[in-house]
Structure formats: C-alpha cells, structure tokens
T-cell receptor, first 115, second 116 residues
Framework: GAGVSQSPSNKVTEKGKDVELRCDPI?????LYWYRQRLGQGLEFLIY????????KSGLPSDRFSAERTGESVSTLTIQRTQQEDSAVYLC?????????????FGPGTRLTVT | AQKVTQAQTEISVVEKEDVTLDCVYE???????LFWYKQPPSGELVFLIR??????QNEISGRYSWNFQKSTSSFNFTITASQVVDSAVYFC?????????????FGKGTRLSVIA
C-alpha cells in the first residue's frame, strides 16, 4: 500500500505570498500531524488532527499558519504572507489510533524556500 | 514540560565500530512512550522503536539495541558493528499520552557518519 505522500516536494515562493502544502495520509489512519524541520534542527510540532475531534493547534507559530483536514483524508497546511523564517521542510505524518501513541509514518516532506 | 535532549550533535565512526547515541528526556508524567527515528540522506523519517515507560527491558534488534534507564531518564541507542548505510540523523522522541495519539516531542537529532 501507498505511504504518506506530500506535494509539492519543493516550493520556492517570494516573501509575502501565500502557499498551500498538501498531505495524503495512509488510508485508514485517523491521526494526522504536521511538523516543521528547520535546517539542522529537530522536528517542531505544528498541528494535529484526530478523527472528527477539534484539531490541536497549539504548535502553530503564528496566525499566518492554518490547516484543514477533510474527514480522515487529505490535509492542507496554508501559510499566509510567507516570511523568510518560514523556510523549512514541512513534514506530515499519520498513524492509527489504537492503544497508545503509535508509530507515526512520515511523508517525504515539502521543502519550502521563501526568497 | 516535556523535553528531549540529544547532547551529541555529530558523531563520526569508522565502519565496524560500535557507537552509542544518547537520549535524555524530561517529563512530569509517570506514563509515557519513547521513540527512535532514523532520517537517512533521502530525508524520510523511518520508525525504529517504541518503548513504554513501564517496560525497562533492553531491546535488541539485529545490530541495534536500546537501553532504557528510568532512574537516569535515558533511552540510549547502540549500533553494533556500524556500517556505512547507518549514516543518518537519528532522532529520539517522547509522547506523554498513554492512550490515543498525540504529537511527539523530538530531540534535535544526532548526525552519525560511518566512514568506510
């Protein structure tokens, strides 16, 4: 079966423009996560969706960041009025919801460069 | 508050050497999970292990082994007889959730270079 996919793989945008990043989780995975990885750094949690519950947005760095998820499928992370500090790899992960935090399956990431 | 510290930023070893990657965590919960992930040069994170806070048995999987010590809040990872293919960034992570899913708190990672 297919793993987590993300698009685009690379995105270069000008400062001030809006960008949308897409994540297709593994079919049947109820939990979906977005993380950000700056160059040479660990992963920072951004937002988490679990089934039909309200998303956990506690990791979003500013109100320029938002995300949506359609049911238990595709998710879109939107960054408005991009800044150079937004340059990073944005990683999406999904997992099953059963018996404790499970293995999170990560996508290949979207490398965002803001010029 | 949760925190994961990987004090070793970069390690370089010669092939066939053993290497240990350190991970120290902080949590106020008594129930939690610990994880290790590998990020090879291709960039995609690969799950290696999940361990819950009630299971302090060491785990061995081939050349990989993990040493969980609650007394020192450490979850160290050892690669025996390292190979060039082990070159990657390795991340330790923590989740305080006991049931259901929650985001992971990651350390900054240790970059391992294995030289032939």
């Amino acid at each position: 079966g297919a793993g987590v996919s993300q698009s685009p793989s690379n995105k270069v945008t000008e400062k001030g423009k809006d960008v949308e990043l897409r994540c297709d989780p593994i079919s049947g995975h109820t939990a979906l996560y977005w993380y950000r990885q700056r160059l040479g750094q660990g992963l920072e949690f951004l937002i988490y969706f679990q089934g039909n519950s309200a998303p956990d947005k506690s990791g979003l760095p500013s109100d320029r960041f938002s995300a949506e998820r359609t049911g238990e499928s595709v998710s879109t992370l939107t960054i408005q009025r991009t800044q150079q500090e937004d340059s990073a790899v944005y990683l999406c992960a999904s997992s099953l919801s059963a018996g404790g935090p499970g293995e999170q399956y990560f996508g290949p990431g979207t490398r965002l460069t803001v010029t | 508050a949760q925190k994961v510290t990987q004090a070793q930023t970069e390690i370089s070893v010669v092939e066939k050497e053993d290497v240990t990657l350190d991970c120290v965590y902080e949590t106020r919960d008594t129930t939690y999970y610990l994880f290790w992930y590998k990020q090879p040069p291709s960039g995609e994170l690969v799950f290696l292990i999940r361990r819950n806070s009630f299971d302090e048995q060491n785990e061995i999987s081939g050349r990989y082994s993990w040493n969980f010590q609650k007394s020192t809040s450490s979850f160290n990872f050892t690669i025996t007889a390292s190979q060039v293919v082990d070159s990657a960034v390795y991340f330790c992570a923590l989740s305080e959730a006991w049931s259901g899913n929650t985001p992971l708190v990651f350390g900054k990672g240790t970059r391992l270079s294995v030289i032939a």
